[in-house]
């Protein structure tokens, strides 16, 4: 009797321990991010971000307490969680130096943009997996290729998966395709064309063909009018924007330059005065977090469809 007792309890613990094997062998599969592989061995507890879209996603889906340090702020961050964000440590104004880096003993690091991980920025990734610390680079951020929500939906899916937020990656994902998939435009009215400037004056850089940019554009309803621009930012002549006259022009407000900025300019350039805009007043502000492929681009491409569907041609 006692024999079959400790059998029946051995079976008891087996069984309890399988049931656990579908977990570790989910957190110890290989993640392999831009090319470069990520193993850890459980969730990630002492994240830093490098770039605000990072900071926010994470925030997003409830993993925000497991951020220990922050980075590269280019705009207000979005109201329904600027208290969470708010209350992550900003360690550097653009990217911190390694030292201090270092001085956090992080076990992940994420940017939204390739520049963090340059020796402008904190070092390569193969530095820091030497170190012992994972990175994840937004999918966006990786050679190039036309940015689609397909992959921020992916970048999404593989932060709750490091950070132990799976479900509520999902449940962001799910809501995000609901939202949009009530985005539709009218066959019978015109899309609008668009011009999505994000900085420069003289030589305005623009939204070009394969970026978060154009697909805002797109999504939204509208035809981008630097879609010929083969990269996803690139620089376009006023020359050029003249000739193409947009029905409506996306200023992006971000912390290094802003909407009230581009507006002062374009109020003081003599050519400005022949772009039909100035007359009509089709001039928006748009966030610079709005236009990356990040948590808060389904806002923008929100934002964008509203003026797209108020413009009358």
């Given at each position: ?300 491409i929100e934002r964008a469809h509203h003026w797209f569907r108020a413009w009358q041609p």
């Open positions: 009797m006692v024999r079959v007792f400790v059998r029946f309890m051995l079976f008891v613990r087996l069984m309890a321990m399988l049931s656990l094997l579908p977990m570790v062998v989910q957190a110890a599969v290989p993640l392999v991010n831009c090319g470069v592989p990520l193993t850890l061995a459980g969730p990630a507890q002492r994240i830093v971000t490098l770039n605000q879209q990072a900071t926010e996603a994470l925030v997003a889906i409830g993993a925000g307490q497991k951020v220990v340090g922050q980075a590269y702020q280019d705009d207000r961050p979005a109201a329904r969680w600027a208290e969470r964000y708010n209350a992550i440590p900003v360690m550097a104004e653009e990217y911190p130096n390694p030292e201090s880096l270092l001085a956090t003993a992080p076990d992940l690091l994420v940017a939204g943009f390739a520049s963090a991980f340059s020796d402008w920025g904190v070092g390569a990734r193969q530095r820091w997996l030497n170190y012992g610390t994972n990175s994840y680079l937004f999918e966006s951020a990786c050679a190039a290729q036309t940015v689609t929500l397909e992959g921020l939906y992916r970048d999404m899916t593989h932060l709750g998966q490091l950070t132990g937020h799976q479900q509520q990656a999902t449940s962001w994902i799910a809501e995000q395709q609901q939202r949009l998939s009530q985005i539709r435009w009218p066959e019978s009215q015109r899309k609008p064309k668009v011009l999505l400037w994000l900085r420069g004056y003289d030589l305005p850089y623009v939204a070009g063909c394969c970026g978060a940019g154009n697909l805002l554009i797109e999504q939204a309803g509208g035809i981008n009018i630097a879609a010929d621009l083969p990269k996803s930012w690139g620089h376009l002549s006023w020359e050029t924007i003249l000739s193409r006259q947009p029905d409506l022009i996306l200023m992006v407000d971000s912390n290094w330059s802003s909407f009230s900025q581009k507006e002062t300019f374009l109020s003081g350039a003599l050519y400005a005065r022949h772009l039909n805009v100035m007359s009509t007043g089709q001039r928006h502000p748009i966030a610079f977090s709005e236009v990356m492929a990040g948590v808060r681009l389904p806002d923008g």
